[in-house]
């Protein structure tokens, strides 16, 4: 198993990303609120769910240094090179059952889904190949994220002790302070914690988490 960076030394360390964006409108706002990175989620079967095309129109109007992520459940290779060769992607960000397309991209480039429901999934996670990230989120049966349930912070503070993690699952601007107080994590990751109805982001909820996240550990 591949070390990986641990635990971030301060706040200003902790990095957000904001998940499930669909309009360049929220993709400005979540910029304007100090998220180091956007996600665009291509499986279908989300109400976040956006088409390539215009998602690559959104990528193309943000401001540089801002992180984008292509978020797909158990997709092919061929579709994963098209998405690559629409627009600028900083990383592509893996759930499902089957992780096995991410072998054909460079681990720099790949996050990888870890849902912890105990210690069994926490060794599997562990065990998981090279990436840049571990995404860590919800155990719910038969969903690939967005329920809203949080993850096993207490696991997921294990995890994040050997790889990177991105800690997803039940944030919101209230509980997100917490989480990375007992987590460390190298990032968090939100969607509905951010909205104001279903798949609709709210730039003062946005705003919220942001400022919670970034000062948890001052």
Known sequence: MAATARRPASAAAVR?????????????????????ALGFNFWPGTPRHVDLRAAARIVAALPP??????VWVDPG????????????????????????????????????????????????AGALPRCAALLVDASVPGSYGGTGRLARWDLAAKLARKRRVVLAGGLNPDNVAGAVRAVRPYAVDVASGVE???????AAKMAAFVRAAKSALL
């Open 196 to 202: 104001s109805g279903p798949a609709k982001k709210d």
């Open 65 to 70: 240094f801002v992180a984008t992520v292509a």
């Open 77 to 124: 290779v061929e579709e994963l090179r098209r998405a690559l060769g629409a627009c600028r992607w900083s990383a592509l960000q893996f759930s499902g059952k089957d992780n096995a397309a991410a072998a054909a991209f460079p681990t720099d480039l790949v996050l990888l889904t870890a849902r912890l429901k105990d210690a069994r999934a926490l060794r599997a």
């Open 16 to 36: 957000v990303k904001i998940c499930g964006i669909r309009t360049l409108d929220e993709a400005l706002a979540a910029v304007d609120a100090g998220a180091d």
